[in-house]
C-alpha cells in the first residue's frame, strides 16, 4: 500500500518582497506539495503581525533550532548567512537566497565543510541564472574550461552596506561594483529590467553566451521572474547530502 511522503517543515527568514511571495504560497498551496511553514522571522517582527499567524512568528532567531525544520530558506541579507549559516546546516538544508554571501571563500569553504560534516545540503539558486544546472553538468563531468558572469541593475536595486553607491546620479551610467569571476553592474539605463550575461567556455571549442532581461521596477532588488524561479527551486530541497546543488 503506497504510502504518503512526510511533510516538509519550511523555515523562513526575511519578510522582503521574496519572503512575502514564499510564505503566501507555503500558506495557501504547501499542503499538496508536502510543504508546511515552521517558522517566518523578519528584524522587524511588528511586520509580520497580522499577515503570519502568530504561532508561525519567530521573535528570537537564534532559537531557529527549536522549530525543527528540514530547509531553512534566506531570503534577508547576506550577513545572515555569514552570521548563521553554519549554525543553520548543522540542523537543516540551507536555500541561500543571498548568494553573494558566498563571494566570501572563508566563507564558502566553512560552509561547504559544515555541509559535508552535518549531510546537509546547501542550496544555491539558479534564480535569474539562466542555464545554471546545465552549467553545472558540464562543470560536474570536468568539462567547465572557463565561466563569467555579468549582473547589472539600476543603482536604486541594490541593498548596499556603507557608502558603496550612495553617490549614484540619474544618467550617471555604468558604474562596475564589483569584478572577479564575474562582475555585479551598477547602470541608470537599466530602468526597465534586471540584465544577467553568462559566458560559458567548454572543451574543444565549445561556448555559449546567454543574455537575460528580467523584468523589475526601479527600486526593485529582485526581478519578476525570479520569483517563480525561486519557487520552483524551493520544490527541489528535497536533501541531496552533504554538498552543495545548484537549484
Known amino acids: 500500500?503506497?504510502?504518503?511522503?512526510?511533510?516538509?517543515?519550511?523555515g523562513v527568514v526575511g519578510y522582503g518582497h521574496l519572503g512575502q511571495y514564499l510564505v503566501?504560497?507555503?500558506?495557501?498551496?504547501?499542503?499538496?506539495?508536502?510543504?508546511?511553514?515552521?517558522?517566518?522571522?523578519n528584524?522587524?517582527?511588528?511586520?509580520?503581525?497580522?499577515?503570519?499567524?502568530?504561532?508561525?512568528?519567530?521573535?528570537?532567531?537564534?532559537?531557529?533550532?527549536?522549530?525543527?525544520?528540514?530547509?531553512i530558506v534566506e531570503v534577508c541579507h547576506p550577513q545572515i548567512v555569514k552570521d548563521l549559516?553554519?549554525?543553520?546546516?548543522?540542523?537543516?538544508?540551507?536555500?541561500?537566497?543571498?548568494p553573494s554571501a558566498l563571494?566570501?571563500?572563508d566563507l564558502n569553504q566553512k560552509l561547504r565543510q559544515a555541509a559535508q560534516l552535518h549531510g546537509r545540503t546547501l542550496y544555491v539558486p539558479s534564480g535569474a541564472l539562466w542555464g545554471g544546472q546545465d552549467i553545472q553538468r558540464l562543470n560536474d563531468s570536468g568539462g567547465l574550461k572557463a565561466l563569467f558572469i555579468r549582473m547589472s541593475k539600476h543603482p536604486s536595486c541594490f541593498r548596499l552596506t556603507g557608502d558603496v553607491l550612495s553617490d549614484w546620479t540619474e544618467g550617471e551610467g555604468r558604474r562596475v561594483l564589483f569584478r572577479g569571476s564575474?562582475?555585479?553592474?551598477?547602470?541608470?539605463?537599466?530602468?526597465?529590467?534586471?540584465?544577467?550575461?553568462?559566458?560559458?567556455?567548454g572543451p574543444a571549442g565549445f561556448s555559449v553566451h546567454t543574455v537575460r532581461r528580467n523584468p523589475a521596477k526601479l527600486g526593485a532588488v529582485t526581478g519578476?521572474?525570479?520569483?517563480?524561479?525561486?519557487?520552483?527551486?524551493?520544490l527541489v530541497c528535497k536533501g541531496h547530502g552533504g554538498r552543495v546543488y545548484l537549484c
Open 103 to 105: 563571494s566570501d571563500p
Open 182 to 201: 564575474g562582475e555585479i553592474v551598477s547602470d541608470t539605463a537599466l530602468s526597465d529590467f534586471h540584465l544577467v550575461e553568462v559566458e560559458v567556455t
Open 43 to 71: 528584524r522587524n517582527s511588528d511586520k509580520l503581525k497580522g499577515l503570519v499567524p502568530d504561532e508561525l512568528i519567530l521573535s528570537d532567531l537564534s532559537s531557529f533550532a527549536d522549530r525543527r525544520c528540514d530547509v
Open 224 to 234: 519578476s521572474a525570479t520569483y517563480t524561479s525561486f519557487w520552483n527551486s524551493l
Open 85 to 98: 549559516g553554519i549554525q543553520f546546516l548543522a540542523q537543516s538544508h540551507l536555500l541561500v537566497g543571498s
Open 1 to 10: 500500500m503506497a504510502t504518503s511522503s512526510p511533510s516538509q517543515r519550511i
Open 24 to 41: 503566501e504560497r507555503i500558506l495557501k498551496d504547501g499542503a499538496p506539495l508536502g510543504l508546511t511553514l515552521a517558522f517566518v522571522w
